[in-house]
C-alpha cells in the first residue's frame, strides 16, 4: 500500500499528499466501527480506485494529536495572539499552553498587531511585560505589526523543516500572518466584531499549508478549551516553572496549594513565578478536581 499524509479534512473527504501529488480520499468503514477518525497530519496507507480518488485503509502510530484543533504529528504550536483589538488574553495562552506542553510540543509565542500597542505607553509597556514573563519561563517570544507583518522574518527559523500548529483567539491575525509567510496562500481574512471585540471565524477548517521550508496547519479560531484528558495531579508537570521546582517540596505530590514546604509556594513569595500564572495554575487545579467530581 502507498503511504502519504492527510493534509486537509473537508466534508468527509482527506485529501492525501504523496510525492508532490494529492489525492481525494474516503475513510474505510473499519474506522467508523472502530471510532477512529483520520485527523490531519496522519501518516496513513491509501488504496487508490482511480487516478486521484482512493481510500485511506490505515493509520500509522501518531507521535501526538490535538483534540482542538484536530490534528496530529505537530513538532511545535505557534501560539499567536494580538497586543491589542482583541486584548492580549493570558489566561487563555496558559490554558493553551497546557494543552500544548501535555502533548510534549514545542512552543513559539508570537504576539501580533504590535503597532496598535505602540499608540499608547500603558499598552506598549502591558505587553513587554507579558513578553518578558513568557521569556522567562523559558519561551520564545516573536512582536510583529500590522497588516504588513512587520517582523515576520523572525518567524522563519522556527517554522523550517518543521510542522507546526498555528492556534489562538479568533481576530488576532493568524491568516494574515500565514498570508504575509506566503502570499501564494490567499487565506479569508476578517475584520473584528466591534459588538462582541473578537474576529469572524475565517478559517472552517484545518489544513496543512506550505510556509518556507515546513508546514503550518491553519486553525479555527477558539476562544476556550476543557481539559478533559488532563488530571489534576498532573497539572504541575505543564507549568514549566512549576515542574522544575517540585521535586523540591517536601512532600511528593504537593498540589502547591496548602501543603508546608512547597518549593512553588517559596518561589511565588520570592517573585521567581509570576502571580497570574498561579493564578491560573489554582484555577485550572479546580477546574479539573470538579470535573472529576461531576463523573
Known amino acids: 500500500m502507498p503511504i502519504g499524509r492527510i493534509v486537509k479534512?473537508?466534508?468527509?473527504?482527506?485529501?492525501?499528499?504523496?510525492?508532490?501529488?494529492?489525492?481525494?480520499?474516503?475513510?474505510?468503514?473499519?474506522?467508523?466501527?472502530?471510532?477512529?477518525?483520520?485527523?490531519?497530519?496522519?501518516?496513513?496507507?491509501?488504496?487508490?480506485?482511480?487516478?486521484?480518488?482512493?481510500?485511506?485503509?490505515?493509520?500509522?502510530?501518531?507521535?501526538?494529536?490535538?483534540?482542538?484543533?484536530?490534528?496530529?504529528?505537530?513538532?511545535?504550536?505557534?501560539?499567536?495572539?494580538?497586543?491589542?483589538?482583541?486584548d492580549f488574553d493570558d489566561i487563555l495562552l496558559d490554558r493553551l499552553l497546557v494543552h500544548v506542553e501535555s502533548n510534549d510540543m514545542n512552543v513559539v509565542i508570537c504576539i501580533t498587531k504590535m503597532d496598535l500597542a505602540q499608540q499608547d505607553a500603558s499598552d506598549l509597556e502591558a505587553v513587554n511585560r507579558y513578553a518578558e514573563r513568557y521569556r522567562t519561563i523559558g519561551y520564545p517570544v516573536l512582536m510583529v505589526s500590522g497588516l504588513v507583518s512587520h517582523g515576520i522574518e523572525q518567524l522563519y527559523p522556527f517554522i523550517n523543516g518543521k510542522t507546526s500548529v498555528f492556534a489562538g483567539q479568533s481576530g488576532v491575525g493568524k491568516s494574515t500572518l500565514l498570508n504575509a509567510l506566503n502570499p501564494s496562500l490567499a487565506l479569508q481574512t476578517g475584520d473584528i466584531s466591534r459588538a462582541l471585540g473578537r474576529g469572524k471565524h475565517t478559517t472552517?477548517?484545518?489544513?496543512?499549508?506550505?510556509?518556507?521550508?515546513?508546514?503550518?496547519?491553519?486553525?479555527?479560531?477558539?476562544?476556550?478549551?476543557?481539559?478533559?484528558n488532563i488530571e489534576a495531579e498532573d497539572l504541575d508537570l505543564y507549568f514549566r516553572e512549576m515542574k522544575e521546582r517540585k521535586s523540591d517540596c517536601k512532600f511528593r505530590g504537593c498540589t502547591h496549594l496548602s501543603e508546608p514546604g512547597c518549593a512553588v509556594k517559596m518561589a511565588l513569595e520570592a517573585g521567581q513565578i509570576a502571580q497570574e500564572r498561579y493564578a491560573h495554575y489554582v484555577s485550572f487545579y479546580q477546574e479539573i478536581s470538579n470535573r472529576k467530581k461531576r463523573y
Open 204 to 228: 472552517r477548517h484545518v489544513e496543512l499549508l506550505p510556509v518556507g521550508d515546513g508546514y503550518v496547519a491553519d486553525t479555527p479560531g477558539f476562544s476556550s478549551l476543557e481539559f478533559q
Open 9 to 86: 479534512a473537508l466534508s468527509g473527504f482527506y485529501y492525501v499528499s504523496d510525492r508532490d501529488e494529492i489525492y481525494q480520499c474516503r475513510a474505510r468503514g473499519n474506522f467508523r466501527k472502530k471510532k477512529i477518525t483520520p485527523l490531519v497530519g496522519d501518516i496513513v496507507e491509501y488504496e487508490l480506485i482511480g487516478a486521484t480518488d482512493g481510500y485511506v485503509t490505515a493509520i500509522q502510530e501518531r507521535k501526538n494529536a490535538l483534540v482542538r484543533p484536530p490534528v496530529a504529528n505537530i513538532d511545535q504550536a505557534i501560539l499567536v495572539f494580538s497586543a491589542k483589538h482583541p
